[in-house]
């Protein structure tokens, strides 16, 4: 079902459009109005000249937030930000994690990716988090997560026009070239953090793995994926090591 475009919402007021929503997206919606500030961040902001109704606008960034707490097809996902680009808006999507982000990535999640994409995790009896992530994909399954990367959606940053290194994940890459911001805590911001240090030895051993799961190399490499993460520094230098001496 398309989302609330304004040819079909005409008879209706913003306020009675929300009761259409389920009670978690309302809630969503809520909670980041309050995270960014009431004052700043509008909600059920109708767009007429493209026929669109953001979940939520902050108009200083002209950035379009969009909760998405239920499937959503490739064509409606593409659909939508092509709109807000007409506009110069920036779709950041927000996705409820108990339908995305999940061992089988769903069709409309590579579409969304390419854009400000991340994942919350939402339990109504806790505050919710939002959060990005490292990952490797082989064909529509993910072998591979890293730990969840908070993010700070009060702190957009823009996205610097630089010669990315060799060691660049196709994540990075692909946002890099299809959008205009970044937030504080998200893949982006580590990346740019950790090169401006000389460091980067976490994006390397991801880089071999996104190039194995591409490549489609053996049960070993799903066999080493699932080491405990509490001992990352250690494996990611243990691991590149071994890396290097199969090649």
């Not at 493209?50 to 707490?69: G, M, P, S, T, V």
């Not at 097809?73 to 709109?83: G, I, N, Q, V, Y």
């Not at 937030?183 to 390397?204: K, M, P, V, Y």
Request: aromatic share 12%; with cysteine.
């Amino acid at each position: 079902m398309s989302h609330f475009e304004l040819e079909s919402a005409s008879q209706k007021s913003p306020f009675c459009r929300l009761y259409s929503k389920s009670q978690d997206h309302l809630l969503l919606q809520i909670h980041v109005r309050e995270l960014l500030s009431p004052a700043i961040v509008q909600m059920e902001r109708p767009f007429p000249s493209i026929r669109r109704i953001a979940d939520l606008f902050w108009e200083e960034h002209k950035i379009a937030f969009e909760i998405q707490c239920s499937p959503i097809s490739p064509l409606e996902a593409t659909t939508r930000k092509a709109d807000y680009q007409k506009l110069g808006i920036e779709v950041v999507w927000l996705l409820d994690d108990r339908i995305f982000n999940r061992h089988h990535v769903r069709p409309a999640e590579e579409a969304m990716r390419k854009s400000p994409c991340y994942f919350f995790s939402f339990h109504r009896s806790k505050t919710p988090f939002f959060y990005d992530q490292l990952e490797a994909l082989s064909g529509q399954r993910r072998i591979k997560t890293g730990s969840p990367l908070r993010i700070d959606l009060r702190a957009p940053c823009p996205i610097p026009s630089i010669e990315w290194p060799p060691h660049s994940l196709s994540q990075i890459l692909t946002k890099a070239s299809h959008s205009r911001i970044y937030f504080q805590g998200d893949l982006l911001h580590r990346f740019l953090h950790q090169s401006a240090q000389g460091g980067g030895i976490e994006f390397r051993l991801w880089k071999r793995l996104e190039t194995a799961a591409k490549t489609k190399k053996p049960a070993w490499l799903q066999l080493l994926c699932r080491f405990n993460n509490s001992i990352r520094r250690l494996y990611f230098k243990a691991l590149e090591a071994f890396l290097e001496f199969c090649e």
